[in-house]
């Protein structure tokens, strides 16, 4: 099993930066994948950026050239740097890996809310 664990979050102003962090614990052989995915009250969990093995990055529309993510495998953690923030951003950020060790898997974390406002 894995253990996905996120901090990180919190309440900032709008154009503000927080940086989110995603601990990865258990079987971490053969990941596939790591991203960050986000769920506003009332709307569907949307993926915000993705990193595969290789180290190719994905986001979504709505974040791109302001939230990087990132992987420190010597640390098992995950990084998502969210720079001039919207009020539009806030929502509860999830955690989420892929691996194929008994075949495609998927695992999240608890989540951690960010609330960007005045």
């Known amino acids: 099993q894995v253990q996905l664990v996120e901090s990180g979050g919190g309440r900032v102003q709008p154009g503000g930066s927080l940086r989110l962090s995603c601990a990865a614990s258990?079987?971490?052989?053969?990941?596939?994948?790591m991203g960050w995915y986000r769920q506003a009250p009332g709307k569907q969990r949307e993926l915000v950026a993705t990193?595969?093995?290789?180290?190719?990055?994905n986001y979504a529309d709505s974040v791109k050239g302001r939230f990087t993510i990132s992987r420190d495998n010597a640390k098992n953690t995950m990084y998502l740097q969210m720079n001039s923030l919207k009020p539009e951003d806030t929502a509860v950020y999830y955690c989420?890996?892929?691996?194929?060790?008994?075949?495609?898997?998927?695992?999240w974390g608890q989540g951690t809310q960010v609330t960007v406002s005045s």
């Open positions: 989420n890996l892929k691996r194929n060790l008994w075949g495609t898997e998927n695992f």
């Open positions: 990193i595969t093995n290789s180290g190719s990055t």
């Open positions: 258990g079987s971490t052989r053969n990941i596939l994948s």
